[in-house]
């Protein structure tokens, strides 16, 4: 009995470690790395095998008009498998200056990615050691990550054609911008103002004079020229003396209110600005609500009287 326990405990122990031991982790096989050269024709260029997990062991060359290709199938364990992440990374072994290159993915597992010259930093356009090329393979889950070197690549360019010049700082101080904004809107000169002024305050002694004359002149027949300027207006100037006996105050408080409006408006025009003008209208224009109501109340009373 006591050997039959010895060996239910050495058999959990050892199904316990079987997880821990064969815990999968993420590599590739099939990878290769390819050189293509444009215009060379069909077959040109240099292609390599990369072992499976391992580095290649002579460098890659790319040259001006080269172009470099990397094809790989990701594994989990050993079942060939999408990862989500799949990147080729190369760094500079002097500066660790280092950029990534995603692969493209598909569902079964394979990847492939291209890159020129072009593709590169200006950086390493001017490197004389061989770049070291790693790949990362990584994915959600338990399983451990793949980051190994994959091989060298060694960067070639035409003695002839100069290196770009290397950005000290992208993100250092800029030329000073001088902005031009558009001017402020201005006035009409005041000459002109006054002038426009001028004429509309020499207008108002011609209507009084003509009031004048309609209303206490009657000998001069000038009826038509009342009925003609006053009935376009919807003015009747005869029932003047009328309103401003029944009513005087609304009817003089409500002209003196529009008035004021007047004045107000030829303010903003000329000084004020739209906060200090806000409250004069509300205040103007309560008083002229207020006022014109009476004084159209009593016209009302006129029509319903049939006066007008």
Same mark, same amino acid.
């Given at each position: 009995?006591?050997?039959?326990?010895?060996?239910?405990?050495?058999?959990?122990?050892?199904?316990?470690?079987?997880?821990?031991?064969?815990?999968?982790?993420?590599?590739? #096989?099939?990878?290769?790395?390819?050189?293509? #050269?444009?215009?060379?024709?069909?077959?040109?260029?240099?292609?390599?095998? =990369?072992?499976?997990?391992?580095?290649?062991?002579?460098?890659?060359?790319?040259?001006?008009?080269?172009?470099?290709?990397?094809?790989?199938?990701?594994?989990?364990?050993?079942?060939?498998?999408?990862?989500?992440q799949v990147f080729l990374l190369l760094q500079d072994p002097n500066t660790g200056l280092d950029i990534s290159y995603p692969f493209s993915v598909k569902d079964n597992g394979k990847?492939?990615?291209?890159?020129?010259?072009?593709?590169?930093?200006?950086?390493?356009?001017?490197?004389?050691?061989?770049?070291?090329?790693?790949?990362?393979?990584?994915?959600?889950?338990?399983?451990?990550?793949?980051?190994?070197?994959?091989?060298?690549?060694?960067?070639?360019?035409?003695?002839?054609?100069?290196?770009?010049?290397?950005?000290?700082?992208?993100? &250092?101080?800029?030329?000073?911008?001088?902005?031009?904004?558009?001017?402020?809107?201005?006035?009409?000169?005041?000459?002109?103002?006054?002038?426009?002024?001028?004429?509309?305050?020499?207008?108002?002694?011609?209507?009084?004079?003509?009031?004048?004359?309609?209303?206490?002149?009657?000998?001069?027949?000038?009826?038509?020229?009342?009925?003609?300027?006053?009935?376009?207006?919807?003015?009747?100037?005869?029932?003047?003396?009328?309103?401003?006996?029944?009513?005087?105050?609304?009817?003089?408080?409500?002209?003196?209110?529009?008035?004021?409006?007047? &004045? =107000?408006?030829?303010?903003?025009? #000329?000084?004020? #600005?739209?906060?200090?003008?806000?409250?004069?209208?509300?205040?103007?224009?309560?008083?002229?609500?207020?006022?014109?109501?009476?004084?159209?109340?009593?016209?009302?009373?006129?029509?319903?009287?049939?006066?007008?």
């Amino acid at each position: 009995m006591q050997l039959w326990h010895t060996f239910l405990q050495l058999g959990l122990l050892a199904s316990a470690a079987i997880p821990t031991s064969a815990a999968s982790v993420w590599g590739f #096989t099939d990878a290769t790395v390819s050189v293509h #050269t444009k215009g060379a024709g069909v077959g040109s260029g240099s292609k390599e095998q =990369i072992p499976d997990n391992k580095a290649l062991s002579k460098p890659v060359s790319l040259g001006s008009a080269d172009t470099l290709k990397v094809s790989l199938i990701t594994q989990e364990g050993r079942s060939a498998k999408r990862a989500h992440q799949v990147f080729l990374l190369l760094q500079d072994p002097n500066t660790g200056l280092d950029i990534s290159y995603p692969f493209s993915v598909k569902d079964n597992g394979k990847s492939r990615v291209e890159l020129t010259q072009k593709d590169l930093p200006v950086q390493f356009l001017s490197v004389s050691e061989p770049l070291d090329a790693r790949f990362l393979v990584g994915s959600f889950g338990d399983s451990q990550a793949y980051n190994g070197a994959a091989f060298k690549l060694l960067v070639t360019r035409d003695p002839d054609v100069p290196v770009p010049k290397v950005e000290v700082s992208r993100f &250092g101080k800029l030329p000073e911008i001088h902005h031009i904004f558009k001017s402020d809107p201005r006035s009409p000169p005041v000459v002109i103002t006054l002038a426009f002024v001028g004429m509309v305050l020499a207008a108002l002694p011609l209507l009084a004079g003509v009031v004048s004359l309609v209303l206490f002149s009657g000998w001069l027949k000038l009826d038509l020229i009342a009925i003609s300027q006053w009935f376009l207006l919807g003015a009747n100037v005869y029932h003047l003396p009328t309103a401003l006996k029944s009513a005087p105050i609304p009817h003089a408080v409500f002209l003196g209110s529009l008035l004021s409006l007047e &004045g =107000i408006f030829f303010l903003y025009y #000329t000084s004020w #600005t739209l906060f200090q003008i806000l409250p004069a209208v509300a205040a103007v224009g309560t008083v002229a609500f207020i006022s014109g109501s009476r004084a159209l109340g009593e016209v009302q009373g006129r029509r319903l009287a049939g006066l007008r």
